[in-house]
């Protein structure tokens, strides 16, 4: 099974600011997602991620606030940009591996 | 739109008891169905994932099903620990061909010692 490293586990920012998530997965895949878990609820998917190509949204997410990079078969990274309070949440990356998916730890992200 | 609802919400059992989670999907169209636990704080660890044509899944201490037809899945934990609590997720792809996937609610499962 995939292993995935994600950094950092928590983050507490400031209204406005921007943070960048990591996410290191210990072998390649085509596809890896980002995730969002509001507090309380259960996940909903942001983008999936492709290496060489351009991100795919879900609806009622843009690239402006996400910005994702997909440089390799092995990374990516989810941007928080401009953020609010209502950003808070945990921001989890997943990699699909033989159908299965595997998740990061999660990045637990409070704004203030 | 794939909805995915999970009964109970949250459940307390006293260890050693068996117990049932319970996944509903609106879309039969599913190619697979993955169950995760998620602890307090934490990311998600797959349990099991079935696929389309397999009726059930067993991984140690847990049973998993599957009727597409009907749109439900369940998940079975024999003799229950402490360690099990936890909340379980039920996810089904969002759509035909789709690999990202459409999360349930969650059932949160505390085991009294």
């Known amino acids: 099974s995939a292993v995935i490293s994600q950094k950092p586990s928590r983050d507490i920012c400031q209204r406005g600011t921007s943070l960048t998530i990591q996410c290191q997965v210990d072998?390649?895949?085509?596809?890896m997602f980002w995730y969002r878990q509001q507090p309380g609820q259960s996940l909903t998917l942001i983008a999936t991620?492709?290496?060489?190509?351009?991100?795919?949204?879900e609806s009622g997410f843009v690239i402006d606030k996400f910005p994702i990079s997909r440089p390799n078969l092995t990374f990516s990274t989810l941007t928080v940009s401009n953020m609010s309070p209502e950003d808070s949440s945990i921001y989890l990356c997943?990699?699909?591996?033989?159908?299965?998916?595997?998740f990061g730890a999660g990045t637990r992200l409070s704004v203030l | 739109k794939q909805e995915v609802t999970q009964i109970p919400a949250a459940l307390s059992v006293p260890e050693g008891e068996n117990l049932v989670l319970n996944c509903s999907f609106t879309?039969?169209?599913?190619?697979?169905l993955q169950w995760f636990r998620q602890d307090p704080g934490k990311g998600l660890t797959s349990l099991l994932l079935?696929?389309?044509?397999?009726r059930e899944q067993t991984s140690g201490r847990l049973n998993a099903s599957l009727d597409k037809s009907s749109g439900r899945s369940t998940l079975y934990i024999a003799a229950s620990q402490p360690g099990d609590s936890a909340t379980y997720l039920c996810?089904?792809?969002?759509?035909?061909?789709?690999?990202?996937?459409?999360f349930g609610t969650g059932t949160r499962l505390t085991v009294i010692p």
């Open positions: 997943s990699a699909l591996q033989l159908g299965s998916q595997y």
């Open positions: 072998s390649q895949v085509t596809m």
């Open positions: 991620a492709n290496q060489g190509s351009e991100a795919t949204y």
């Open positions: 879309d039969s169209a599913i190619y697979n």
């Open positions: 079935i696929q389309s044509s397999q």
């Open positions: 996810a089904v792809p969002s759509g035909t061909g789709a690999n990202n996937l459409f």
